[in-house]
């Protein structure tokens, strides 16, 4: 058992076992690195639809056995062509639950647990555990909120340099169509997701005079009903894009409005696609993408290479090409860096400091939980939480930190910055006004 057990990862220890020209600084080669990374290495893919599929089952065939996935999505029938691990016979059910076990199935040894809810229903700590968290979503919102909260665990010295040990690593892939990109997020070191979201082009949007007025296409017909017939016969409801009797609704208005012009090309994946956003994917694409986010993660934990620095693009639309290119962190970005920084009298209640937070140009925050030292000064959701901690917000900040002159608090919330709402993380340096002097004037004076 144990030769066989050797024999199946005789490529694994080959390339963990011997020195190479680029290996990172710190590859000690050996074979134990295996056992390390079986044992020890957690790993998170976030997304079980066509990229993450692939994700889960190269993650598990190169040695990681402790992996988790989250995904809140069911299977539908129009996945079946590129979502390999799901069968017509698993209509209907969670996609991360199938996936879970599909791998498992197949890969002896692996345990994966499934997490079928949306991302942001997991607390910070959740994704606090994982050594990596591999990213295969198809959109900017989930990428945005992922990197806020792993970003979140990013501490800085005095010096404004990450410390190495709050750094958690992320390894994100993308598809659309024939084209794709693999990258590696070390926050603190490298561009994190926000540094770098004018990569993505903005969605187009239309006017709103054609989708009343002149529709012409059948996007045009969708359109016009997701945002204005709904809002017209649902006043006061959300419109929810995961809701299947929402999106039925729309589809059903977009059809007639379609049949009345005369459009052809409505149907209900179509309208899925408009409605969220959604691009085309091409299984081999997926397969090529999830390759190299794999091979990322291995040598992320293993350092039997040199990491991609650290973003990669492929497309075969017209015969090959691939690319490596080194996008540079902002040291400013309100994400990944160090953080806002705040100047408040030690007078100020965390009331005023949370109403300050909405007030300032570069945050917008509402709906506000404030956190400090990994202590849940006041937490707006659950009810049990915000009622224990409701007393703290007539206290001043100043108090609530043990009269440290100055730290990094941290803040998650709603940000609405050019009238768009997202949930966010953000680190807000708080320095209190005179208390850093005298404690400075005071340490020079006792030779400090």
Known sequence: MEEMENARWRDLDKLLTRPGNLVSPNFEPRKELREDLQEYVKVLVVGAGGLGCELLKDLALSGFKKLEVIDMDTIEVSNLNRQFLFRMQDVGQPKAVVAARRVME??????????????????????????????????????SYINAVVCSFLEYDSDDKPL???IKPMVDGGTEGFK??????????????ECTVWLFPPQVKFPLCTLAETPRTAAH???YAHLIQWDEEHRGKTFDADNSEHMQWVYSQALKRAELYGISGVTYSFTQGVVKNIVPAIAATN????????????KIVTGFSKILSNYSTYNSIAGLHTSVSEFVKENDCLVCGPGVLIELDTTVTLQKFMDLLAEHPMLKMSRTSVMYQGNNLYMQAPPVLEEMTRSNLQIPLFELMGKV?????????????DDKKSSASRKVRVTFKGIADEVTDMDTACGG
């Open 287 to 298: 397969a090529i993408i999830s390759s190299t986010c794999a091979l990322e993660a291995l």
């Open 180 to 193: 794709g990109h693999a990258r590696v997020i070390l926050p603190g070191m490298t561009a994190c997701f």
């Open 164 to 166: 190495e040990e709050t």
């Open 221 to 223: 017909c969708i359109e």
């Open 405 to 417: 002159p100055k730290d990094v608090v941290h803040v998650n919330g709603t940000t609405n910055i």
């Open 106 to 143: 197949r890969v002896s040894g692996v345990n994966i647990v499934p997490h079928f809810c949306r991302i942001e229903d997991k607390d910070s700590e959740f994704y606090r555990v994982f050594d990596i968290i591999a990213l295969g979503l198809d959109s900017i919102e989930a990428r």
